[in-house]
Nanobody
Framework: QVQLVESGGGLVQAGGSLRLSCAASGDTAGISAMAWHRQAPGKERELVAAITSAGSTNYADSVKGRFTISRDSAENTLYLQMNSLKPEDTAVFYC?????????????WGQGTQVRVSS
């Protein structure tokens, strides 16, 4: 099992920045990829950014150039640096980890952290 705990959300004005963190604990040795997703009110959850164990990243078009995903494997922590925030970035942000266990692959979600961007 893997536990994920997000932090760093809050209220910020448009144009501001926030840095989200996701601390992973438990059976983390097999984590192969991690990602940030978000869900805005009335909308489906969507992928924001992802990073593999090799460091390859990909981003949603809506956040390219503004958000940066990074991972500290030694600390088992995932980050999302969010700059130039817009009101449409308002959402609950969720951390996700894909883990390769001896018995198979399992995906894990954190509880989410709220990000609100005021205009």
């Amino acid at each position: 099992q893997v536990q994920l705990v997000e932090s760093g959300g809050g209220l910020v004005q448009a144009g501001g920045s926030l840095r989200l963190s996701c601390a992973a604990s438990g059976d983390t040795a097999g984590i192969s990829a991690m990602a940030w997703h978000r869900q805005a009110p009335g909308k489906e959850r969507e992928l924001v950014a992802a990073i593999t164990s090799a460091g390859s990243t990909n981003y949603a078009d809506s956040v390219k150039g503004r958000f940066t995903i990074s991972r500290d494997s030694a600390e088992n922590t995932l980050y999302l640096q969010m700059n130039s925030l817009k009101p449409e970035d308002t959402a609950v942000f969720y951390c996700y980890a894909r883990c390769l266990h001896a018995w198979g692959t399992q995906g894990y979600w954190g509880q989410g952290t709220q990000v609100r961007v005021s205009s």
